[in-house]
């Protein structure tokens, strides 16, 4: 396994000054994130996979020239737990669509959503998505031994399949998937279970007890604020939002004192370039504060 040599921020998709200051396509993105000071893009699949090869390998070679990780995020409509044969299948060949345009972006990992409960008991649906998981792992060798990653991601509603358990069993299934920690989502689903250093202490305790430190050191994460229900996520907000959870100040601090590289992809509304840079921007306090309470 490559590991991350630092810590990386960046946005999930184009925020919308980028279009305001009149930029057009996103093989300009690498170059507006490295002016911003962020080193991570993730490239969104989730409506449709329509992007060109030549526009996947121009923006890809920006993104080796200013130094930005590039990871990029499956369609949204992809679900390893269907009931109905047809649509895992096509689950299958959207993953694996999603793997060919990240070789073209040079991307190394690739972010999923891995399904719903809908009308199944919680085992058959981790069941069946794990079935799925294990054919696309089988038609994904060679991407594999390329050194990709596939990335399933915990989830925010209560229904769907991705809790942080489930994710970490998919994890179990081959070294070359590791979890998207999405706290935003851990944070809904749990009704607002995250409000402590010690609370982002217990998921990555369990993250390394599943998958071991290596892995557990570059995993790949999602941050936002979100508003749930009883059903969990409800909407994602920016880091201004304060009266919505989770703070991302203490995750910094664990990151920092275990030395941690994960990616860190912010999805805030609108905003997520900006808030990815408050986010690297608190790091960096820390970090500095770190440094200096341990000469």
């Not at 993953?95 to 409960?117: E, M, N, T």
């Not at 970490?168 to 607002?192: K, M």
């Not at 880091?239 to 910094?252: H, M, N, R, V």
Request: hydrophobic share 35%; proline share 3%.
């Amino acid at each position: 396994m490559v590991l991350c040599e630092e810590t990386r921020f960046g946005p999930s998709g184009n925020s919308k000054i980028f279009y305001e200051q009149g930029n057009k396509t996103s093989v300009q993105m690498p170059k507006w994130l490295y002016d911003m000071g962020l080193n991570a893009y993730e490239y969104s699949l989730t409506r449709g996979i329509n992007i060109k090869e030549e526009t996947a390998r121009a923006i890809g070679e920006q993104a080796r020239l200013y130094d930005i990780a590039l990871s990029v995020h499956a369609p949204y409509y992809i679900n390893l737990a269907s009931p109905e044969k047809d649509k895992r299948e096509k689950s299958i060949k959207y993953i694996l669509d999603s793997l060919k345009v990240a070789s073209w972006l040079g991307a190394k990992r690739v972010v999923f959503h891995p399904g719903s409960c809908a009308k199944m008991s919680r085992k058959t649906a981790v069941e069946r998505a794990a079935s799925t998981l294990e054919q696309i792992i089988e038609k994904a060798r060679t991407f594999l031994q390329k050194g990709m990653f596939l990335c399933p991601e915990t989830m925010g509603k209560i229904n769907q399949v991705g809790n942080l358990k489930e994710v970490l069993y998919f994890c179990s299934f081959h070294e070359n998937i590791i979890p998207t920690l999405d706290f935003g989502h851990l944070h809904a689903r749990g009704l607002g279970a995250i409000n402590s250093k010690e609370d982002y202490e217990l998921i990555l305790n369990s993250v390394e007890d599943a998958i071991g430190y290596e892995r557990t050191k570059v995993f790949h994460s999602h941050f936002s604020r979100i508003e749930f229900t009883t059903g969990g996520e409800k909407k994602h907000w920016t880091i201004s939002d304060s009266q919505y959870g989770p703070e991302f100040s203490p995750l910094a601090e664990v990151i920092i004192e275990r030395q941690l590289t994960p990616t860190i992809i912010c999805e805030s509304r609108e905003v997520m370039a900006e808030d990815a840079l408050r986010l690297k921007d608190i790091y960096r306090e820390k970090l500095n504060l770190f440094k200096n309470t341990n000469i």
